[in-house]
């Protein structure tokens, strides 16, 4: 089928000064290869930070016995899933979930015989951990746990326990190390066990490396006295499955009368929220700002491309064509001019993302972490999009004014314009 | 009933502190079937009263009727639609639309028609065979010469079949011999079906061929005799 001869005409036009013409184009992709690198690093940022939390602290949700969620927190012992190993049972059993691992988390003294601090000792499952600490998604990642001595706890581990750097920096406490935890047992009694020091981590959070030791969940139940689990962490096979386990998991909750409750990490992940919140109002601004740029770059090239076709203009008009159609015309032709630089900028930004993500960029440590990254340019169809759509929106605004301008002419003024 | 009556019709140029009188309160009346001339030196408003009369400029004062409709109180809108239906244009300098061919600068002028693809490109034929150019329908304007560009301007021009047609200087641009076919056609186009013409010009062969010439000096009308 033939291209409608007012297109026709448009994209003759487009291409009349293709110098200028470049120019023009340019400016366009470079504005949508710039929005597509600055949107894929931030998403990148967010990837990094979402997946490390996960893998490190939260899961993507975690179950707790009713109740806990309101009044865990002043009385975590009341609030505790007693026959967890059923109800770990139950969760497995959906889609999506890769592992179900159990916790208990108390406060505690740890002491090295000279000095004591209060610690946040967290029981767990080093297998069940081990795994949730993997990281397959990401370039470059492997773990959200790294250790700068010794290792991480095993499942034949006993008195073993791992310590955050900051804690092990604060008590001088080295690998091998003998130690005293002490803590209250669920019935409130006092109690205490002699541990060793097998491992000291580091996490993407500086200040849950400052406070948290983590130790294996048997020891915990056997300094508390108890035998159940504060915490289920369920462990998906894809982020993007959270909601859908979630429903599915509020569902057999109340089918099967489970008097369980849960959180997905996105309530949980607080700093996360907010530095995704702040990004999103600086590429908001970013956005702007290259629009801003994109349509002055462009403007004068638009607006002479219309100026010296005065005399078509007058033509046209002549011929009966309306205000609004003229205006209709040009409209299209920034139309084109944008989606054209929009595609170019497009294919532009994929070749710019995939070159930078090859060679990488080396990143110094977010606020509140102790680790730099290298960093990519993810590939995010939304970030394409969004890009894509400035560029043509751009072109269009650009094209607003000269167009207006032309549309107004009287006829017999632009036919006699040189 | 005269298919265009103008009366006192005047136009006005407002230069700063200066105002030229283009046009000073004519009165003309032209009559369906006519090929008029609009004589005159250089500055005799002769270009401006065509402009007028073509609708592409608002009079500063008088009246002007279209078959016997008033048209100077129109929107620019309305006045695009009486072009549109009405009127057909030939300019000095041609006006072709460079990026399009000869074919498609024809075609443009029924854009706004509702014609099938084959209906239009049949009347673009038509038109261009009207004028000897059917040959010629691909090539684009820098591949025409000055008469054949005109020509298309006129196959352009009557596309559309318009009651009327204002031809602006149609043959300054063009030599003796090429505006004289060029000129021929236009006679042919008038006595076969009865498109009036209305020139401006200081051709003498077009004066020559007219059916009536209508002298302007400084503005008016010169009557005939003077």
């Given at each position: 089928?033939?291209?409608?001869?007012?297109?026709?005409?448009?994209?003759?036009?487009?291409?009349?000064?293709?110098?200028?013409?470049?120019?023009?184009?340019?400016?366009?992709?470079?504005?949508?290869?710039?929005?597509?690198?600055?949107?894929?690093?931030?998403?990148?940022?967010?990837?990094?930070?979402?997946?490390?939390?996960?893998?490190?602290?939260?899961?993507?949700?975690?179950?707790?016995?009713?109740?806990?969620?309101?009044?865990?927190?002043?009385?975590?012992?009341?609030?505790?899933?007693?026959?967890?190993?059923?109800?770990?049972?139950?969760?497995?059993?959906?889609?999506?979930?890769?592992?179900?691992?159990?916790?208990?988390?108390?406060?505690?003294?740890?002491?090295?015989?000279?000095?004591?601090?209060?610690?946040?000792?967290?029981?767990?499952?080093?297998?069940?951990?081990?795994?949730?600490?993997?990281?397959?998604?990401?370039?470059?990642?492997t773990t959200s746990l790294e250790f700068s001595k010794g290792e991480t706890l095993g499942k034949d581990d006993v008195f073993e326990v791992n310590i955050g750097r900051g804690l092990a920096r604060a008590l001088?406490?080295?690998?091998?190390?003998?130690?005293?935890?002490?803590?209250?047992?669920?019935?409130?009694?006092?109690?205490?066990?002699?541990?060793?020091?097998?491992?000291?981590?580091?996490?993407?959070?500086?200040?849950?490396?400052?406070?948290?030791?983590?130790?294996?969940?048997?020891?915990a139940r056997q300094l508390l006295r108890t035998e159940a689990a504060?915490?289920?962490?369920?462990?998906?096979?894809?982020?993007?499955?959270?909601?859908?386990?979630?429903?599915q998991l509020q569902d057999l909750a109340r089918t099967r009368n489970l008097?369980?409750?849960?959180?997905?990490?996105?309530?949980?992940?607080?700093?996360?929220?907010?530095?995704?919140?702040?990004?999103?109002?600086?590429?908001?601004?970013?956005?702007i700002?290259?629009?801003?740029?994109?349509?002055?770059?462009?403007?004068?090239?638009?607006?002479?491309?219309?100026?010296?076709?005065?005399?078509?203009?007058?033509?046209?008009?002549?011929?009966?064509?309306?205000?609004?159609?003229?205006?209709?015309?040009?409209?299209?032709?920034?139309?084109?001019?944008?989606?054209?630089?929009?595609?170019?900028?497009?294919?532009?930004?994929?070749?710019?993302?995939?070159?930078?993500?090859?060679?990488?960029?080396?990143?110094?440590?977010?606020?509140?972490?102790?680790?730099?990254?290298?960093?990519?340019?993810?590939?995010?169809?939304?970030?394409?999009?969004?890009?894509?759509?400035?560029?043509?929106?751009?072109?269009?605004?650009?094209?607003?004014?000269?167009?207006?301008k032309a549309s107004r002419l009287v006829v017999a003024d632009a036919l006699r314009y040189a | 009933m005269p298919i265009i009556e103008a009366r006192n019709l005047a136009k006005d140029y407002n230069l700063g502190k200066t105002v030229i009188h283009a046009v000073k309160g004519v009165d003309l009346r032209i009559e369906p079937e006519e090929f008029i001339a609009l004589a005159g030196p250089s500055g005799s408003g002769k270009t401006t009263l065509l402009n007028l009369l073509g609708c592409i400029e608002v009079p500063s004062s008088g009246t002007l009727q279209m078959d016997g409709r008033e048209v100077t109180r129109l929107s620019a809108d309305q006045l695009a639609d009486i072009r549109h239906d009405k009127l057909g244009f030939v300019f000095q300098t041609f006006n072709l639309i460079p990026v399009l061919t000869a074919f498609e600068n024809v075609e443009y002028a029924l854009l706004k028609r509702r014609l099938s693809p084959k209906e239009r490109r049949d009347r673009v034929m038509d038109a261009l065979e009207e004028v000897g150019l059917v040959e010629h329908a691909r090539h684009r304007p820098?591949?025409?010469?000055?008469?054949?560009?005109?020509?298309?301007?006129?196959?352009?021009?009557?596309?559309?079949?318009?009651?009327?047609?204002?031809?602006?200087?149609?043959t300054a641009n063009l030599d003796h011999l090429t505006g004289g076919k060029v000129l021929e056609i236009m006679k042919r186009i008038n006595e076969e079906r009865k498109t009036v013409f209305i020139f401006s010009t200081h051709d003498p062969k077009i004066m020559e061929i007219a059916g009536r010439v209508v002298y302007l000096r400084d503005g008016e009308i010169v009557p005939a005799g003077d």
């Open positions: 089928m033939e291209m409608p001869l007012n297109l026709r005409l448009a994209f003759r036009n487009i291409f009349r000064n293709r110098v200028r013409s470049a120019v023009a184009l340019a400016a366009i992709s470079f504005g949508c290869i710039s929005l597509i690198l600055a949107g894929g690093f931030f998403e990148d940022s967010f990837l990094r930070m979402r997946e490390a939390y996960i893998h490190a602290h939260l899961g993507h949700i975690q179950v707790y016995q009713e109740g806990y969620l309101d009044k865990g927190n002043s009385k975590p012992f009341d609030y505790l899933i007693e026959d967890p190993a059923t109800v770990e049972g139950v969760i497995e059993g959906l889609d999506h979930v890769k592992d179900v691992t159990p916790r208990i988390g108390f406060s505690a003294l740890l002491s090295t015989g000279e000095s004591t601090m209060s610690v946040m000792a967290q029981g767990i499952d080093p297998e069940g951990e081990n795994a949730m600490n993997v990281i397959t998604s990401i370039k470059d990642v001088d406490i080295e690998v091998g190390d003998s130690l005293i935890l002490l803590g209250n047992t669920v019935g409130g009694s006092f109690n205490g066990m002699d541990v060793t020091v097998k491992g000291i981590f580091f996490t993407a959070s500086e200040e849950y490396d400052n406070y948290t030791m983590r130790i294996p969940i048997a020891l504060q915490t289920l962490v369920v462990l998906l096979d894809e982020t993007e499955n959270t909601d859908l386990v979630l429903a008097k369980i409750e849960m959180k997905p990490w996105y309530e949980m992940a607080d700093f996360y929220n907010k530095t995704v919140d702040l990004y999103d109002r600086q590429f908001f601004v970013l956005k700002i290259i629009a801003v740029i994109v349509i002055l770059s462009i403007f004068n090239t638009i607006a002479m491309s219309i100026w010296e076709r005065t005399k078509e203009i007058g033509t046209i008009m002549a011929m009966g064509f309306k205000r609004r159609e003229i205006m209709r015309l040009f409209l299209l032709e920034g139309s084109i001019l944008g989606i054209v630089g929009g595609v170019l900028g497009t294919l532009g930004g994929l070749l710019c993302a995939w070159l930078i993500s090859l060679v990488g960029i080396p990143m110094p440590p977010p606020p509140g972490a102790t680790v730099g990254w290298t960093a990519s340019i993810q590939l995010v169809p939304g970030v394409f999009m969004t890009a894509f759509v400035i560029s043509v929106t751009a072109a269009i605004a650009s094209s607003v004014y000269p167009s207006y | 820098e591949e025409l010469s000055g008469g054949q560009r005109q020509r298309v301007a006129i196959a352009r021009a009557l596309v559309r079949q318009p009651e009327i047609i204002l031809a602006d200087e149609p």
